[in-house]
């Protein structure tokens, strides 16, 4: 079955600390996409990476093709940065056949 | 620039009834896909649609149905409305056709949060 796993499911962190996020897929995947969903709906997309290293301000992405494992690390966390974080892969060659992992929901507190 | 425009925001429909949804894409991109997220499931993938075309369906039932107009708008239909079809319905755009290694690949709308009574 192609799936994609997240851990943990929920994670409460103090302002200021180092974050990480992970994500496991399945074969059948070819890249993955990161997510940020805030309370309302919206969704933002983060990275897309296929292989090694993304970096965005704090949010830095990793990805390793032959673990099939992907990490988001949000460096200083700020209570701005409390979303729920949502790895998806693309499935069969299609960009927008993405599978979906279940998300992160991280709270981060002043 | 304008981003994916999704209306309407909100909408509340009777059993039975049908209701059709629209997304408009950012202008150039010409790939439109279409998600639905429910809190038991998560979000699930419904359609793909690239120049008027579907390229890909989800696993939902005849049901649900969509098109693209030679705008790249694009519509979905919901017919004989059912409870669990409460949801947000998300579109996401993108100017590639294939799986890109841009950091940013896809756009997604504000969604419209539907609710079947």
């Known amino acids: 079955k192609n799936e994609v796993e997240q851990s943990p499911q929920n994670l409460t962190a103090q302002e200021g600390e180092f974050i990480t996020i992970n994500c496991s897929y399945s074969v059948g995947i070819s890249a993955l996409h990161w997510l940020q969903q805030h309370p309302g709906g919206g969704i933002v997309s983060l990275f897309m990476l296929s292989s090694g290293k993304k970096k965005h301000g704090r949010l830095i992405a990793t990805i390793n093709i032959q673990e099939k494992h992907s990490s988001l690390h949000i460096t200083a966390s700020h209570p701005r940065d409390s979303a729920v974080y949502i790895c998806?892969?693309?499935?069969?060659?299609?960009?927008?056949?993405?599978?979906f992992g279940k998300g992160t929901k991280l709270s981060v507190k002043p | 620039k304008a981003g994916v425009t999704q209306t309407p925001r909100y909408l509340i429909k009777t059993r039975g009834q049908q209701v059709t949804l629209s997304c408009s894409p950012i202008?150039?991109?010409?790939?439109v896909s279409w998600y639905q997220q429910t809190p038991g499931q998560g979000l699930q993938f419904l359609f793909e649609y690239f120049s008027e075309t579907q390229r890909n369906k989800g696993n939902f039932p005849g049901r649900f149905s969509g098109r693209q107009f030679s705008n790249s708008r694009s519509e979905m239909n919901v017919s004989t409305l059912e409870l669990g079809d409460s949801a947000l319905y998300l579109c996401?755009?993108?100017?590639?056709?294939?799986?890109?290694?841009?950091?940013?690949?896809?756009?997604f709308g504000s969604g419209t949060r539907l609710t079947v009574v």
């Open positions: 998806a892969g693309p499935y069969g060659g299609s960009q927008g056949n993405l599978i």
């Open positions: 202008s150039g991109h010409r790939s």
């Open positions: 996401a755009s993108s100017h590639r056709d294939r799986p890109t290694h841009m950091s940013y690949g896809y756009t």
